[in-house]
């Protein structure tokens, strides 16, 4: 007998079912049960309007947002950002994203993975979550992850028409638009931190120090 | 890891004159317990969202051989191998010998408290592979070679000063004790290893059987670097830890960080399903996920089948006023505070716990702040009616309840033994009206009084009521 066979015929004794094995009967049961994709109760604040408490939550999580009238005045918004804070350096960014024209404004965007000696890296999201100020991104072959976690400033664009009330709708904006999960589903709520030391909050541990969010129509 | 919880008694002693400890724990309980009464204090649907949560983990649970299946069968279908393991020392060698087969020479970790119980970094250290823990707080308890206190701030006993002593002999950079400087300097010796490992090992806080997700809750993004840069990712975690859907997830991540830190939403939720695309520029090629029993299908249809409902959160142990004054090492395993009460007794054998459902002043606290509705005092009481029917409690102590239940089992014998002894210990209490000794219970009285009884029972004062009341009648 394998450990696996083992352990599920311990779990069939132990509730009292017959055999060494889940029925199919059992194992239909338990997709069906799945397939209904049944939600929990909601708070209050889950009805919030979702652009208004979003930006609301990501300064409570010590994220900053700046907002433009168009896509294509992003790149002229990260120049101020990174002018404001002395970051006039090259950033790196997502292949995805390399369509804007960022040399215009300046900028050295560089197209490639990040690295541990990169201090900006730039994405867009997936969507947004309102109810708790939350980044969804999902990796693909233009969209790596690494570019939100190793720079000391990820700068994420986010689509206001992006951005849903729960995590619950970004789950199902996720299911209709991609049918299935992608390796990495990484859900952002601010700049990295720890209490580790002393139970004292300190902002920036091995991720990001800074999330900035520029907010497009 | 080994079990230490039969020296309750003695280490707690300690633990309550240690001076270090003692000012830790009161830092920690203010902001532990204030922040999650006001996290908690906005979601308004908080009672209701327990119940539906304490439901789902129990549909779970009562079918989870049906849910791992499930589960198993998705996450291959992503390219997952998933490992089973009955035991600790099965776990171990599977996870070995992943590392062996792949030629791995530094593994990073983040937090895992399976991982701990299991005691994966001694199993892959003894055969030459460098584990680095890369929580902040695991990492500064891998430098003082110490097990975690708590299951979700597992240096919350160290102090600042005692950080930066381990962090100048480990990298002998000059000393500082500003905390966010010390951050940045652990930051930098830890960039090297996560970009230079081979391996990442991860625990999961769930594992979807809708998806075949394994999935992360943290907050400093060094779960998210163990399980994006290496090129295999391990993960270890319990058989419980499964959960049907996506939307069973949202739900209970509005439960754990504000029961756990106060938080309105973690920083980071890393749900990682399969292994990379051969044009994707980061991930790990292998994914692997160790399933480990240790002790977890005892529990199953159980009279304590509650427990298995538990999401690690640590709300028990933080709102505990044993806890609050002994700290997680007098526990001696993995799981400290109410939940290690009932846990550690179950996984290592009561014989070698049994202090630990007694250590419990049944106030219910536990309970109360719960996020799934763990009965927790129940449990606790159940292990303590397990240890008198299976005599592992001293002779006394069972004597004396013999003696007790021969008594309040017969209510006239009852009655009339207590008038005598409300009599005496009145009497006992002298001018005074204080008793300040009393025969074999030093124990008690030597650290305080307690005020003499009127001299008249509960019962003798009510019947006499009674019939004054009825005297004065209409």
């Avoid at chain 1, 109760?41 to 919030?48: G, V």
């Avoid at chain 2, 009562?62 to 499930?70: G, K, P, R, S, T």
């Avoid at chain 2, 019947?463 to 005297?471: E, G, I, P």
Wanted: proline letters at 5%; a neutral charge.
């Amino acid at each position: 007998m394998s450990a696996r066979e083992n352990i599920l015929a311990r779990i069939r004794a132990q509730s009292g079912r017959t055999g060494a094995t889940a029925t199919a009967a059992e194992l239909a049961a338990v997709r069906r049960h799945i397939a209904q994709q049944m939600r929990g109760p909601l708070p209050s604040i889950a009805s919030d309007p979702p652009l208004a408490r979003f930006i609301g939550e990501c300064e409570r999580l010590k994220s900053t947002v700046d907002e433009v009238a168009h896509i294509n005045d992003v790149p002229q918004a990260l120049a101020r950002y990174l002018k404001q804070n002395s970051l006039e350096v090259p950033v790196v960014g997502w292949p995805s994203l390399s369509v804007l024209d960022w040399s215009g404004a300046g900028i050295d965007y560089q197209n490639r993975l990040a690295n541990a000696d990169d201090l900006v890296g730039v994405t867009d999201c997936f969507c947004a979550i309102g109810e708790t100020g939350t980044l969804l991104l999902l990796s693909s072959p233009v969209t790596p992850k690494l570019h939100a976690l190793l720079p000391e400033t990820h700068v994420c664009i986010v689509s206001r028409s992006r951005i849903v009330a729960t995590m619950e709708d970004a789950f199902a904006l996720l299911r209709n638009e991609r049918g299935q999960l992608p390796r990495s589903t990484f859900l952002v709520s601010g700049p990295s931190r720890t209490a580790d030391i002393e139970q004292t909050i300190v902002i920036g541990a091995h991720g990001p120090y800074r999330v900035h969010v520029i907010l497009t129509p | 890891m080994q079990v230490k919880s039969m020296h309750f008694k003695a280490t707690s002693s300690a633990k309550l004159n240690d001076a270090v400890l003692q000012t830790a724990l009161k830092r920690a309980k203010g902001k532990f317990v204030d922040g999650r009464a006001a996290a908690v204090a906005e979601i308004d649907a908080w009672e209701d969202i327990r119940t539906h949560a304490a439901a789902l983990r129990d549909r779970v649970i009562a079918n989870l051989d049906a849910y791992l299946i499930e589960f198993e069968q998705n996450a291959v279908a992503r390219g997952a191998v998933v490992h089973w393991a009955e035991t600790a020392e099965q776990a171990n060698a599977i996870i070995v010998k992943i590392a062996q087969d792949n030629a791995v020479k530094i593994a990073t970790k983040s937090k895992s408290m399976v991982s701990e119980e299991i005691a994966l970094n001694d199993a892959m250290e003894a055969v030459g592979i460098e584990v680095v823990e890369t929580d902040l707080g695991e990492y500064i308890l891998q430098l003082a070679h110490e097990p975690p206190s708590h299951i979700v701030a597992p240096a919350v006993h160290k102090s600042k000063e005692e950080v930066a002593d381990l962090f100048v002999a480990a990298h002998g950079r000059p000393r500082l004790t500003d905390i966010p400087a010390m951050t940045r300097e652990a930051r930098e010796v830890l960039r090297s290893k996560f970009l230079g490992a081979d391996m990442g090992i991860s625990g999961a806080n769930f594992v979807i059987a809708e998806t075949g997700t394994t999935l992360t809750v943290t907050n400093e993004g060094n779960a998210d670097l163990v399980t994006t840069v290496p090129r295999i990712h391990c993960v270890v975690t319990g058989i419980e830890k499964v959960i049907p859907t996506l939307e069973d997830f949202a739900t209970l991540i509005r439960l754990l960080p504000r029961s756990a830190t106060g938080q309105s939403a973690a920083n980071y939720l890393t749900l990682t399903t399969g292994v990379k695309a051969p044009d994707e520029l980061d991930g790990p090629e292998q994914m692997h996920v160790v399933l480990i029993d240790a002790g977890r299908t005892k529990l199953v249809g159980s009279d304590m089948k509650e427990m298995l409902r538990c999401i690690r959160c640590g709300a028990c142990m933080n709102h505990c006023p044993v806890y609050q004054n002994v700290g997680g090492h007098a526990y001696g395993w993995v799981y400290p505070g109410p939940m290690g009460s009932v846990l550690t007794p179950t996984y290592v054998g009561i014989e070698n716990a049994g202090d630990l459902p007694n250590a419990a002043t049944f106030c219910g606290e536990c309970e109360v702040v719960c996020p799934v509705k763990i009965p927790l005092p129940d449990l606790m009481r159940k292990w303590r009616e397990r240890q008198f029917d299976q005599a592992l409690r001293p002779f006394g102590e069972r004597f004396s309840i013999s003696v007790w239940n021969a008594f309040a089992t017969r209510p006239a014998l009852y009655a009339a033994s207590t008038r005598i002894a409300a009599r005496v210990a009145s009497w006992w209490g002298g001018k005074e009206r204080r008793i300040t000794w009393l025969p074999g219970l030093d124990g008690w009285t030597d650290g305080r009084d307690m005020p003499a009884p009127a001299g008249k029972t509960f019962r003798e004062l009510y019947s006499a009521r009674q019939k004054l009341a009825a005297r004065h009648k209409p």
